[in-house]
């Protein structure tokens, strides 16, 4: 998969006014600075397509983002920031559950997992909850250039042990460096095949 055209199209905090369309979607979900927003100008190579931070909750809204003229990625905002209103924060939720379930042209939920922590409660439960809603999902692990190869292969093993605990099958798994452009081949090639199988 090639990208040759990437345009923020619009921000919103109300799935209603979402782009109306049939095109197919992939949104990118996890935990506040995980990376999710560098994941998306790592795959579209530009640098200040979606707005990244080193402070958690930089991302506070739905972004459409349309590629090629034929499909978006979405950046989404993180879930798990302690330090915002409990209030906001259920806000958020709301937002982004309404979101997941109610859009009909989302082909694809990437949960990005910080690659250098143990699997975390807030993590597992979010992978929990969009199973149940019976959501394709994708998991993608970020920063593994922080982590050593020795270090990266315990760190995934920790994860697909803990899923396999209540997991029969495991979903797609995609180590990625936003910073090193780790993965960005094979998640391309996984949105064009899922795209192409329409
Ligand atoms: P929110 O929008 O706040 O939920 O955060 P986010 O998940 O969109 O994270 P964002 O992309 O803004 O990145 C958060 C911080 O992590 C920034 O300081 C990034 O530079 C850093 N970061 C993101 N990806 C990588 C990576 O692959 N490697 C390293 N070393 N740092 C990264
Ligand atoms: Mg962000």
Same mark, same amino acid.
């Given at each position: 998969m090639l990208i040759h055209s990437a345009e923020f199209i619009i921000s919103n905090?109300?799935?209603? &006014?979402?782009?109306?369309? $049939?095109?197919? /979607?992939?949104?990118? @979900?996890? *935990?506040?600075?995980?990376?999710?927003?560098?994941v998306?100008?790592?795959?579209?190579?530009?640098?200040?397509?979606?707005k990244i931070s080193s402070t958690p909750g930089k991302t506070q809204t739905?972004?459409?983002?349309?590629?090629?003229?034929?499909?978006?990625?979405?950046?989404l905002p993180g879930y798990g920031y302690a330090?915002?209103?409990?209030?906001? &924060?259920?806000?958020?939720? $709301?937002?982004? /559950?309404?979101?997941? @379930?109610? *859009?009909?042209n989302l082909f694809c939920t990437f949960i990005l997992i910080d690659s250098r922590l143990r699997p975390q409660k807030i993590d597992l439960e979010f992978i929990t909850?969009?199973?149940?809603?019976?959501?394709?999902?994708?998991?993608?692990?970020?920063?593994?250039?922080?982590?050593?190869?020795?270090?990266?292969a315990r760190s995934k093993k920790n994860y697909t042990d803990a899923l396999t605990?209540?997991?029969? /099958?495991?979903?797609?798994f995609f180590i990625t460096s936003s910073e090193k452009r780790i993965g960005r081949n094979e998640v391309?090639?996984?949105?064009?095949?899922?795209i192409k199988q329409t």
């Open positions: 905090t109300d799935y209603h &006014k979402c782009p109306v369309t $049939k095109l197919p /979607e992939f949104a990118f @979900i996890g *935990r506040s600075n995980v990376g999710k927003s560098s998306i100008n790592m795959l579209t190579q530009r640098k200040n397509l979606a739905i972004n459409h983002f349309l590629i090629n003229q034929s499909w978006y990625l979405v950046d330090t915002i209103s409990l209030k906001v &924060k259920q806000g958020w939720s $709301k937002m982004i /559950e309404n979101y997941l @379930i109610h *859009r009909e909850w969009i199973g149940e809603q019976g959501l394709p999902m994708a998991l993608l692990f970020t920063k593994c250039d922080k982590l050593k190869k020795g270090e990266l605990e209540t997991w029969e /099958e495991l979903p797609p391309l090639d996984f949105i064009g095949k899922a």
